[in-house]
């Protein structure tokens, strides 16, 4: 008795299909995996036509982005040691950090605009700190 391959057990259809499958499976996990590597920030920009401000977006910043925020609080390490959280916190809002713009679409109305923010450590999405109650976690 000879062993059998799996190529002698489906027809090239089949296996074609079969190949494609591993390759998507596998491209979503590359996707997946690089998508957990970078950081989201939660932003809520108001919709300059309609007036919304409840709609709350995900922004992923690119590496540049992501690094002149980190050195922000990396260099200021040592004098945010000496002020209370929502000292920092405040002086953070007076130094924006990192300052974006990006093309949103209000929920509400569907018109199209650009905004500018300001991002904070404290907007990313798991941001967990002592002093803060995070977002979503506790039903008030
Ligand atoms: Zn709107």
Redesign the pocket.
């Known amino acids: 008795m000879c062993p059998l391959t799996i190529a002698d057990l489906y027809t090239g259809e089949v296996l074609r299909n079969l190949r494609r499958s591993f390759a998507k499976r596998r491209n979503r996990e590359k996707i997946e995996g690089e998508m957990t590597k970078m950081r989201k920030y939660r932003v809520r920009p108001s919709?300059?036509?309609?007036?919304?401000e409840h709609c709350y977006r995900n922004v992923i910043l690119s590496d540049e982005e992501q690094e002149t925020l980190d050195n922000y609080y990396i260099s200021r390490a040592e004098e945010r040691k000496r002020r209370t959280s929502i000292g920092n916190l405040l002086k953070d809002i007076e130094n924006k950090p990192l300052v974006i713009t990006r093309q949103f679409k209000?929920?509400?109305?569907?018109?199209e605009?650009e905004e500018t923010i300001v991002i904070l450590r404290e907007d990313e999405v798991g941001f967990r700190s002592p002093d803060m109650i995070p977002m979503g976690i506790y039903p008030v």
Do not use: D, H
Not at 106 to 111: H, I, L
């Open positions: 919709c300059p036509y309609c007036g919304e209000c929920g509400m109305c569907q018109q605009f």
